[in-house]
């Protein structure tokens, strides 16, 4: 069975490799000496300059599709080495991919770091959401709901008051009211929680779709502007090459994501409150007998969870300058609890998901511009096809904690 | 109030707690003295969890005080009686499996330092000094999940003196416990009554109490019916339990020697999901006429050992039966084969408790006539059935279409002895055949086995308490991590297969 799975698994790997080097390296894209460029500059920005990357687009191509069949060869031999040769592969196929694409063009890679980023930022504070209430025992996939009301509402307390940090405020507190409902059917009135997190999902479309077309598009100059955060531009590190301008050169709500994942991250491994809510996750019961109030717990987690998810509405308003617009969330929410699980419940972990599945966006964005001949659907489908490889074929057993989805109900 | 040093002396008075119409305890008066081992008694279900849990807050009493140090204590949850300084090991551990040994201790009593960080060294230095001082050996770093059910008692007791219990509630803890695990128990009991702990041990196993209680309170369906004294004998003891004498030995003919094995099992292996051997290359056999006795701690491969046997999990290796083979067939053709099948978890395998008496009486045989017919069930045959097995099981309902789940503990097995004893049997595998169940039922299921065994029929019984297997077998086969480590014969003493049920090779 095993066996079976992993030539499967090498066979495949080795047949997409081929692939690679037929599709993007012997094509008449990459053909005729064609050359691919990748900038390192980003909007000149950064303070040092660095030349322009140009490589002979069809040999690349090869070499990589050849790297892609060696890492497939590699999984066969040595299943010890798997996640490396899985880890190899896909940086390979991926480089080969981008070169064909770029071939006769030139590509800006760091805008395609930054675009990344910039995904990214709505999956991590969807996912830390989703961490904190499934720690705690609860399952949240009304994540996607979260991000709609806190959009909806940080776009027209903003646009309202002219404060953006007052849009921020209503955006996180419009989250966590989401979630206190969340927690108030699931712990109180124990429905089930799946089914729950839907009709949240589905409540909150509709009541931001019916706030959107009769609040804020009635006036939308006064009720839906178009604002944003100010980059903060961290002096030193920003003119870093390649990286500064895209680490350092964000919003306030960019740097907020950063420091929540190191806080959940240390909180959950390093503090009380972290060892109570794991507890309460994985054994509820337990928890009482040593004097932990497990409903407490929960109720507590989930409200604050809302409000990390809230930002992320934010993020998606006042962070990316748009106004708010009706399910503007896209199914970002939906693909953050992908990066959760990809992530294994860990703060670390789901940023890694995230940046691959921001990175997947990235690419579909940076690479419109550049006439390929795949179709620009195709390529706005990228991340959510990287979702579901990445959950289905790639996370394996992964363990979630034990108590997840069960109401718990006091003796 | 000397916190930690001093034992506490602990008083209940006239507890009472109803769940409906059910009187789990009623008025039950108990007098707990500083630094002694007392017992509490009782068959299963006569209440003494339930007044643990009330003492530990888990429920709340409808009636009735509770007094610790002669000062009146009003429990509300778990966080009033642990600042009362009471511990409980409950017979279900409360640990988190994923969680390391440290980091089960210090929860909800977490060690912090400057900036809300948790202090580990601290915590550590804490487990250390109370596992020296009272030689509970535990390895602080070790994942609990991981760690044998000894040892993850040792850490149950380490996290309630952490908490500076002074009264010590134990639930069961000898259930899960090999011999000479058990001995290691007793040995850690009197080194805590020594430094003045007080301590209840609750068991429903007459040779503990006699082996380690100062005083005894006996409790029979929710209230005291007496104290007794460790000297007393067992007879006394059990019948004070009970209510009424009874008999603890089973009268079993001599086997019937030289007949030719009709019960083969070889080589047989079953994995688990992540393709570890839980049952590994086990192999026994069993002459017409004999019990064979299974005996081993809970969780050592005999679940899996009697589901292979039965059909319910894919098993490499063969099993035959009067020459015929049994293996790789499904459950339905393994019982329609003269299997009779009792297994251990009766409310979840053996029974559907919302239905009625007569109904699961033929669970297995309402297919075939008399009770089936042309695809319908002909209700007067599976009435009569059921009223004739009442009556020759003894099976104690209000009638045969109450839900079996009304029943209680002892009957209901009945049920699902009356039903795998209905029909006629080539091989009778009982698990835990009386697990849960009064003594009286005990003995009259016994019994039962005993008399299929006068019929020539080969038995194997699978049973993790040792006075079963001592009572019924005619060999001992004891399993230890999906193995047979040994077949002996039933005079071999307790001592010799408590050290085989912890792993010592023959």
């Known amino acids: 069975m095993e066996r079976l799975r992993r030539h499967l698994a090498a066979g495949s790997m080795i047949v997409i490799g081929l692939f690679a080097i037929v599709a993007f390296g012997l094509g008449s894209r990459t053909g005729h000496g064609a050359k691919a460029a990748f900038g390192f500059d980003y909007l000149g920005k950064s303070s040092i300059h660095l030349p322009d990357l140009t490589v002979p687009a069809g040999p690349a191509a090869i070499g990589l599709g050849a790297l892609c069949v060696t890492f497939g060869v590699l999984r066969l031999a040595r299943p010890a080495l798997q996640t490396w040769a899985i880890a190899g592969f896909l940086a390979c196929l991926v480089a080969a991919f981008l070169t064909w694409g770029t071939a006769g063009q030139s590509l800006a890679f760091t805008g395609l770091l930054n675009a990344t980023l910039l995904a990214a930022v709505p999956l991590v504070l969807g996912s830390l959401c989703g961490l904190l209430c499934e720690r705690s025992g609860i399952i949240n996939v009304a994540i996607e709901g979260q991000f709609l009301v806190g959009a909806c509402a940080s776009a027209y307390v903003g646009s309202v008051s002219g404060s953006l940090w007052a849009g921020l405020i209503a955006g996180c507190l419009a989250g966590a009211l989401l979630g206190a409902l969340l927690a108030v059917f699931a712990n109180r009135y124990l429905v089930g929680q799946v089914?729950?997190?839907?009709?949240?999902?589905?409540?909150?479309?509709?009541?931001?779709?019916?706030l959107y077309e009769r609040l804020l598009q009635a006036d939308p100059n006064h009720r839906n502007k178009a604002l944003t955060f100010a980059d903060i531009r961290i002096p030193g590190l920003a003119s870093l090459p390649v990286v500064g301008p895209v680490l350092f050169d964000q919003n306030i709500i960019f740097y907020l994501a950063v420091l929540l994942i190191a806080a959940v991250q240390i909180g959950l491994f390093h503090t009380r409150w972290g060892l109570r809510t794991r507890a309460v996750g994985e054994h509820p019961t337990a928890a009482e007998t040593v004097g932990i109030r497990v409903l407490a717990t929960r109720y507590r987690n989930v409200i604050m969870a809302g409000l990390i998810s809230g930002l992320g509405g934010v993020w998606m308003t006042l962070g990316s300058g748009a106004p708010f617009g009706k399910d503007m969330a896209a199914g970002q929410g939906f693909i953050a609890l992908a990066a959760l699980i990809f992530g294994r419940w860990s703060p670390l972990g789901s940023l890694s998901a995230a940046l691959l599945f921001g990175f997947a966006q990235g690419i579909s964005i940076s690479l419109q511009p550049l006439n390929t001949p795949v179709p620009t659907a195709f390529l706005s489908m990228t991340p959510y096809l990287a979702t579901i490889f990445a959950v289905a074929g790639l996370v394996g057993h992964v363990r979630a904690p034990a108590a997840e989805g069960i109401p718990y109900v006091k003796a | 109030m000397t916190k930690g040093t001093g034992g506490g002396s602990l008083e209940l008075r006239g507890i009472t707690k109803r769940f409906g119409s059910l009187v789990a305890n009623d008025g039950i008066d108990l007098e707990v003295r500083p630094g002694e081992i007392?017992?509490?008694?009782?068959?299963?279900?006569?209440?003494?969890?339930?007044?643990?849990?009330?003492?530990?807050?888990?429920?709340?009493?409808?009636?009735?005080?509770?007094l610790i140090d002669d000062e009146p204590l009003v429990v509300r949850g778990p966080r009033d009686a642990i600042a009362a300084g009471i511990g409980m090991v409950h017979q279900h551990f409360m640990l988190i499996p994923v969680f390391t040994v440290l980091e089960n201790i210090m929860l909800g009593e977490e060690r912090t330092r400057r900036g809300g960080l948790l202090d580990h060294a601290r915590a550590r230095r804490d487990v250390l000094d109370i596992s020296r001082k009272y030689g509970l050996e535990v390895d602080p770093d070790a994942v609990v999940g991981g760690l044998p059910v000894g040892v993850q008692q040792r850490v149950e007791i380490v996290k309630a003196l952490i908490r500076n219990a002074r009264v010590l509630i134990l639930d069961e803890p000898t259930a899960v416990l090999t011999p000479q695990e058990t001995e290691e128990l007793f040995t850690v009991m009197r080194a805590l009554r020594e430094a003045g702990h007080s301590i209840v041990f609750i068991t429903h196993k007459l040779k503990e109490v006699k082996a380690i209680a100062d005083r005894i309170t006996v409790i029979r369906r929710g209230a005291v019916v007496g104290t007794a004294d460790p000297s007393d004998s067992e007879a006394e003891l059990a019948a004070l339990m009970v209510g009424r004498d009874v008999r603890l030995t089973v009268d079993k003919p001599p086997a019937a020697a030289g007949a030719e094995p009709v019960f083969e099992v070889r080589n047989l292996t079953v994995l688990d999901e992540s393709g570890r051997a839980v049952l590994d290359d086990v192999s026994f056999d069993i002459r017409p006429g004999e019990i064979l006795g299974v005996a081993g701690v809970q969780g050592n491969g005999q679940t899996e050992l009697a589901e292979a046997i039965l059909g319910l999990r894919t098993a490499t290796g063969t099993i035959t039966l009067d020459g015929a083979r049994l293996s790789g067939r499904t459950p339905r053709q393994v019982l329609g084969g003269g299997v009779g099948f009792i297994p251990e978890d009766r409310g979840h395998d053996a029974l559907v408790e919302s239905a009625s008496v007569a109904e699961n009486l033929v669970l297995d045989l309402y297919r075939d006539a008399p009770f089936g017919r042309h695809g319908s069930i002909d209700v007067k045959a599976v009435q009569d059935n059921a009223e004739q097995r009442v009556a020759e099981f003894d099976i104690r309902t209000t009638s045969v279409h109450a839900a079996v789940g009304t029943l209680s503990g002892g009957n209901q097995q009945k049920v699902v002895v009356a039903r795998e004893m209905s029909r006629p049997l080539r091989l009778l595998v009982a698990a835990q055949p009386t697990r849960g169940v009064d003594v009286g039922a005990m003995a009259f299921i016994h019994e039962r086995i005993v008399a299929e065994r006068a019929l020539g029929r080969p038995i194997l019984i699978i049973s993790t308490e040792l006075d079963e297997i001592f009572a019924l077998a005619d060999r001992i086969a004891v399993m230890f991590r999906g193995k047979i480590v040994g077949i002996v014969p039933p005079e071999t003493s307790r001592e010799r297969i408590g050290l085989l049920m912890a792993g010592a090779h023959e």
Request: hydrophobic share 45%.
């Open chain 1, 195 to 210: 089914v729950l997190g839907v009709v949240l999902n589905v409540f909150a479309a509709g009541l931001t779709g019916f």
């Open chain 2, 38 to 66: 007392h017992c509490l008694l009782g068959e299963n279900g006569a209440g003494k969890s339930t007044l643990m849990n009330i003492l530990y807050g888990l429920y709340e009493p409808d009636e009735g005080q509770l």
